[in-house]
Every structure is written in structure tokens, then in C-alpha cells.
């Protein structure tokens, strides 16, 4: 599974909980979307990830909220491969709608990964999916969520999830 976070906005821990923090623990690889704030809820982040399992990586871009250790350290784009998908990931505070279809076609994405907005969401695009995790941390006024990617019979399943497992959204990607 690839689990997708965002916005975590903490200061010293990872703020995983419930079904989110087991998301973390089962991946095989996970991707964040920038605003973790410090350096430390990174490598907290970073240490969770990988603790039960032998380590799956975290891939990850500063937000516009990272301190500048952070913003020197990681990416503002990434690309990632998993399941035979193209995965581009940004923060999203700099990009329109329109930035991210040409962000997309530039890359061969076929899923754009983007936080900021701290409201969780897929939308299908002319060329892409566009997956907005939400925050599980600091959903400020919506669900505290994350994203899920698993290989199913159909396909690529995207699903976001509460906290508590429920399901907030999911779409297929047929490969």
C-alpha cells in the first residue's frame, strides 16, 4: 500500500492516529505533501514509517509552511512510481488547476499528488487524477483524513480514510 499524508503542521511528533498511524505502519512506501512546520515531525514521520516493518521510505516536498531547513532539504516536485502509476507530488499552495494538468503532462503523471488546502479530495481531470489527502492532523474544519493506494482486481484503488477507517472518497485507475 501507498499512503498518501499532508499538512501535519506539528512541532515536535508525527500526530498519527488510529487508522491513519496503521496506514503508516502497513505501507510499503509512503509520500507526503509538504507542511510537516519542523524538521523534527519529519524524522518523527520518517521513524514511524519504518518501524514495524523494515523501513518503507518516505518521499516527501516542503510545504509553504516548513521551516528552512526543511525547504532546503526536500524537493517542491516529486515523482514516484508504484503499481505501475506515475505519481507526481507537490505541495500545491503555488499551483492552479490548471499548474497541475500541465504539471501532469509534463511528468507522464498519471496521478498528481497536492496538499495545502487540508481538505481531502479526488478530482478527475483531462489528464490526471488529482488526489488531495486532506490532514490528519490539522483538518481544520473538515475530516481528518489520508490516502490509501492498494492494487486491486480492477484496477489501482485510490481511497481516502478517516481517522476512525471510514471511507471519504475512492476511485479506480485502470493501468
Do not use: W
Amino acid at each position: 500500500m501507498l499512503t498518501i499524508l499532508g499538512d501535519t503542521h506539528g512541532v515536535d511528533d508525527h500526530r498519527l492516529d488510529g487508522r491513519t498511524l496503521t496506514a503508516v505502519r502497513e505501507a510499503d512506501h509512503v509520500i507526503h505533501t509538504g507542511d510537516f512546520t519542523t524538521e523534527r515531525v519529519y524524522e518523527a514521520l520518517t521513524e514511524e514509517s519504518g518501524r514495524d516493518h523494515g523501513g518503507a521510505p518516505l518521499s516527501a516536498v516542503h510545504g509553504n509552511s516548513d521551516d528552512a531547513v526543511l525547504q532546503e532539504r526536500l524537493p517542491a516536485t516529486l515523482t514516484v512510481e508504484y503499481e505501475g502509476l506515475r505519481v507526481v507530488v507537490v505541495h500545491g499552495h503555488d499551483h492552479t488547476a490548471t499548474a497541475l494538468g500541465l504539471l501532469a503532462r509534463q511528468e507522464d503523471a498519471d496521478v498528481v499528488v497536492r496538499g495545502h488546502t487540508h481538505r481531502p479530495s479526488i478530482a478527475e481531470t483531462e489528464s490526471c487524477l488529482v488526489v488531495n489527502p486532506g490532514s490528519h492532523a490539522d483538518p481544520r474544519g473538515t475530516t481528518p483524513a489520508h490516502g490509501e493506494l492498494t492494487q486491486g482486481e480492477r484496477g489501482v484503488m485510490i481511497r481516502l480514510r478517516a481517522q476512525g477507517g471510514s471511507l471519504v472518497a475512492e476511485e479506480t485507475i485502470q493501468i
